[in-house]
């Protein structure tokens, strides 16, 4: 349990910063990777470089989540930081491009633990009505990251070093490391705990050889033997996994969680926005550059509206909370992403600028408001010994939703990437969004029935 002489608000400075590493990552590595290339070689290995970092921040999530259960907070953040800042280091130093793909790896099995513990973290030492504000803060850092990752990155490029990108990690994870070990106290019971070892290792592959299909699949757009074999080994260990979990005393991913209907709703919930948002990150600029043959510049422009009204979301999500429920908020919140879709469906070539700005602002402000809310709803849902679990099975999903949601969405994208085929495929692709939007709000509407008849029963 956390001690009182826990400082919040401090320790809430040491969540940001581990936040603000992980959020800017993703898009600094990929304005750097053309000069990477250029220096190392291996452009074989390009996508490896970014796939490989996300295969390891998938399973390390729910992992780390399970050790803070068991160790405490403190002890597993300190570890997910280190390895993270040796990958780091690694990486600066990488070269070859090989080097750099396994120094990628370790990068990502420490970001496991800063995707997910700080969210356990808040869980433990703010109230349910402080919750929902400290996570629009968290989310104002992916926004401001969004913001400010591609413009550092290049600006690290070109003037410094692409080894910079990476060694830039080290100074900023220090100083969270710092300020979080001396300002979180929690008392763990010393205990010989026991680590459910084969449920890691059965995990690990069955995620490893799901996404390994999943970037075969998108790489062909065919379901060939190899990628079948790769789906079958994943689903055996998927079944392998279960049958662990349900028997080991201490279970890597507790299978009661899927008993609580907020956790539940909240994982589909997760998974299907997941698939939303990766989709609409990558096919709107591609429209705007494809369709509407304008530069990069302005797919830039109009992507920034969701980096602003995302955080304004997160923030009005802290307001309404203590007056409402995760059901109905988190409902309003998809209802508004299903809004914002519906202007995709009806692109042009034509369609100006300022029309895509409106439609990401609406879709930011959505995005906003529902996964605040459902990461509340899941903190909320558990106590202390099973809160960094919950965390790790929500950011799971998320991210899975995310690796199916490009793979998948691949398959109706159009090989020219230019004029009325593309136009076509993109079309397709909205449509789908549109659809897994209404079945995010029929998903999140069965919380608000089982929110009433709690409330009825009380």
């Not at 396994?102 to 513990?117: D, K, P, V």
């Amino acid at each position: 349990m956390n001690d009182s002489a826990t400082r919040p608000k401090i320790v809430a400075i040491a969540l940001l910063i581990a936040t603000f590493l992980t959020a800017i990552e993703g898009t600094i590595v990929s304005t750097a990777m053309p000069k990477i290339v250029g220096d190392l070689g291996g452009s074989q290995l390009y996508t490896w470089v970014i796939s490989v970092y996300l295969l390891a921040t998938v399973i390390s999530t729910p992992i780390f989540g399970k050790l803070a259960d068991l160790y405490g907070r403190k002890k597993m953040f300190a570890s997910g930081v280190i390895i993270f800042l040796i990958g780091s280091l690694l990486s600066g130093f990488a070269a070859t491009m090989g080097q750099l793909v396994l120094f990628r790896l370790i990068q990502g099995i420490g970001a496991g633990a800063l995707t997910t513990i700080p969210f356990t973290i808040i869980g433990d030492i703010f109230t349910y009505e402080q919750r929902a504000k400290v996570q629009g803060y968290i989310s104002s850092v992916w926004g401001i990251a969004g913001i400010i990752g591609p413009l550092a990155g290049g600006f690290i490029v070109d003037q410094i070093s692409w080894h910079w990108v990476f060694f830039m990690n080290l100074p900023f994870g220090i100083v969270a490391l710092f300020i979080l070990w001396t300002s979180l106290h929690e008392h763990v019971e010393k205990k010989k705990q026991k680590i459910d070892y084969g449920g890691i290792v059965t995990f690990a592959i069955s995620m490893s050889a799901f996404l390994y299909a999943l970037t075969l699949l998108k790489e062909t757009k065919s379901l060939s033997g190899s990628i079948v074999g790769w789906f079958l080994l994943a689903f055996i260990g998927v079944m392998v996994f279960l049958r662990i979990e349900r028997k080991t005393s201490e279970p890597m991913l507790p299978l009661q969680l899927f008993r609580i209907r907020a956790i539940t709703v909240a994982n589909i919930a997760g998974f299907l926005l997941g698939f939303i948002l990766v989709a609409i990150t990558f096919y709107i600029p591609l429209w705007i550059q494809g369709v509407n043959h304008s530069n990069a510049t302005y797919s830039g422009i109009a992507m920034l509206p969701m980096s602003l009204t995302w955080p304004t979301g997160a923030v009005l999500s802290g307001k309404w909370l203590p007056k409402s429920s995760a059901g109905r908020l988190s409902l309003v919140g998809i209802a508004i992403i299903f809004i914002g879709l519906l202007p995709t469906v009806f692109f042009q070539a034509s369609t100006s600028l300022l029309w895509m700005m409106i439609a990401t602002s609406i879709l930011g402000l959505g995005f906003g408001l529902s996964l605040t809310t459902f990461t509340v709803a899941v903190q909320s849902a558990v106590g202390w010994n099973l809160r960094g679990a919950a965390m790790g099975s929500n950011n799971l999903m998320r991210n899975l939703g995310q690796a199916v949601g490009i793979a998948v969405s691949g398959l109706w994208l159009s090989s020219e990437l230019a004029g009325t085929a593309l136009a076509n495929s993109l079309h397709q692709i909205f449509y789908i969004l549109v659809g897994l939007a209404i079945v995010g709000c029929l998903t999140t509407f069965s919380l608000i029935t089982k929110e009433k008849k709690a409330s009825e029963a009380a």
